[in-house]
């Protein structure tokens, strides 16, 4: 049975699986799950093996799924109680591959269990991605960018309406979708297209900034949005040709947008083209005075923090003994260079 399930690739989809691959590849880079992990790590060097050791777990964890559609693709199912007037190749049927394998092929109690199992796991899945997309953006944006002055009364008001939104987004996508792999894989499309350019540039590219990661947000976006996706029925605006991988190109095209945007509005606080006022993200000039207590992965004395007073009539900045971050040292030189006229 080995030719009837494995399938073929043909010439012209070469493109669109290196373009798929790639996606899956570095689109599974930035999710927040695998992070929370590598930041619970005690030191760098456990969150790389540990890093080394989920990578042989999704190959091992992939092989159940693989034998499950083989099974399903293999057997006579005219000689089972699934209806034989109904096609186990449609979709409606292929999203429900595992269900049906565990009903029909297996005893009841394995099919009681098993598919006990999946419900919870689906319903715990579901309800931890909706509270923590919810809380991300009540914390990190609402609060750190749009507003800092904001109560936790204000803060949880948001996280409220930010479940009900994702949640209706996320169930009208559910609908609208008829498979979950596209389901995970719509995901790692808009994680590989808007998020991986930006972790690469936070973490490689000292002088990339708020500005540059907004711009690119907005333009990465609007370019996937433009190019089409067929399993929600958006069709396609633009087309880059057979040759040209086109989820690749719009995340190429998201990373060039935050190095030129980050780097022009560094250059315009830098020369003193626009005022520190004008910084209105606290990215790159006007940096509020917090107070982090952050821990090396070595040690467990924290970083101490000193006062600067500008030269100029704006506010206190802070900064650490241990530098966090290389754009920090170049935002003081951009306030003190204001200072020096």
Partial sequence: TWPEWRGHIEKSQIVEWIDSMLLLIFGGIPWQVYFQRVLSAKTAKKAMYLSFYAAVGCIVLAMPPVLIGAIAKSTNWNMTDYDINKDITAPEATKLILPLVLLHLCPKFIAFIGLGAVSAAVMSS????????????????????????????????????????????????????????????????????????????????????????????ITGFLFRILIGESSLGIPKFINFGSYIPPKTLCMLISLGTTLIISKIAKSLFEKRILPPKYDIFHCLVDIPNETLPLKESSTTDELHYNIIKPTTGQQYLTEPTMMINNSFSQSQEILNSYGKD
């Fill in 126 to 217: 579901a309800d931890s991605s909706v509270l923590s997309a919810s809380s991300m953006f009540a914390r990190n944006v609402w609060k750190l960018v749009f507003r800092d002055q904001a109560s936790e009364r204000e803060v949880l008001l948001v996280m409220r309406i930010g479940i009900l939104l994702v949640g209706i987004g996320a169930a009208g996508i559910g609908i609208l979708v008829s498979s979950i792999y596209v389901l995970w894989y719509l995901c790692s499309d808009l994680v590989y297209v808007i998020l991986f350019p930006q972790l690469l540039c936070v973490v490689y590219v000292p002088h990339s900034n708020t500005y540059g990661s907004l711009a690119a947000y």
